[in-house]
């Protein structure tokens, strides 16, 4: 059975775009099996990153002066370069190959008071117990008018490998609302929801972009995000 499977995935891969389509809908139709436990990374492109690199490239702007990105620099190397005068990393790992900082964000020690123009935070304030102590810590270490890009999870797998232990949680936009509002204030932030019942369903499902109607992603519907995202800027007489 084995055999078959890799012969099946194989042919996939080798599959034009329309049959790759056609695959997956004839597959994930009724049934209890996901084509992906991790997201569909091993597959191509999970669904979710369309709109988590549409919302940070739309937001380059502000990816400028001292940037902070978590886990590695990939976005803002990709959206930012030449704009960035400093660029760190901070990962709970001190073996990350690009991180310059290590720790936990909620742990006030870690970051420094009014450093950065820039926090691209995506993907994981999820994973901290605390959300409320992580907002707080990324508000401080902003700079006035500084500009944090913020993503999060709503309708979504739990990572059974490395994260597991510390998925806390799946957010909305409510959630995301009152959180920066305890912070950032009323005014000084804007929250996008992106994703529909069939971005939903494929992204539960393991699909990944390179076989999924792309278009049937882009209508945004409330009640089925897939991702929170918001811009929040701390205000320019601010104190640190």
């Given at each position: 059975m084995g055999r078959v499977h890799?012969?099946?995935?194989?042919?996939?891969?080798?599959?034009?775009?329309?049959?790759?389509?056609?695959?997956?809908?004839?597959?994930?139709?009724?049934?209890?099996?996901?084509?992906?436990?991790?997201?569909?990374?091993?597959?191509?492109?999970p669904v979710d990153r369309l709109y988590i690199e549409e919302f940070v490239e739309a937001n380059a702007d502000c990816i400028r002066g001292c940037v902070l990105e978590i886990g590695d620099a990939v976005y803002s190397r990709r959206f930012g370069g030449?704009?960035?005068?400093?660029?760190?990393?901070?990962?709970?790992?001190?073996?990350?190959?690009?991180?310059?900082?290590?720790?936990?964000?909620?742990?006030?020690?870690?970051?420094?008071?009014?450093?950065?123009?820039?926090?691209?935070?995506?993907?994981?304030?999820?994973?901290?117990?605390?959300?409320?102590?992580?907002?707080?810590?990324?508000?401080?270490?902003?700079?006035?008018?500084?500009?944090?890009?913020?993503?999060?999870?709503?309708?979504?797998?739990?990572?059974?490998?490395?994260?597991k232990d510390c998925w806390y949680w799946s957010l909305s936009y409510a959630s995301v609302k009152q959180l920066l509002n305890q912070n950032f204030g009323h005014d000084n932030h804007a929250i996008e929801t992106f994703g529909n019942v069939y971005a939903a369903t494929a992204f539960l499902h393991g699909a990944v972009l390179e076989e999924v109607e792309l278009a049937a992603l882009r209508k945004p519907d409330p009640g089925y995000p897939v991702v929170i995202c918001a811009r929040a800027m701390k205000p320019a007489t601010a104190q640190a």
């Open positions: 890799d012969t099946l995935r194989a042919v996939r891969r080798r599959s034009p775009p329309a049959l790759q389509r056609l695959l997956y809908r004839c597959r994930s139709a009724a049934t209890s099996e996901p084509l992906s436990r991790n997201f569909g990374w091993e597959r191509g492109t030449s704009a960035i005068s400093r660029q760190d990393v901070l990962h709970v790992d001190k073996d990350s190959p690009e991180a310059t900082m290590v720790g936990d964000v909620c742990d006030p020690d870690v970051l420094e008071s009014g450093a950065f123009d820039c926090i691209i935070f995506t993907q994981t304030l999820h994973l901290l117990f605390d959300v409320q102590q992580g907002i707080r810590q990324l508000y401080r270490a902003l700079a006035p008018g500084g500009t944090l890009l913020l993503t999060v999870p709503g309708i979504s797998p739990i990572d059974p490998f490395a994260w």
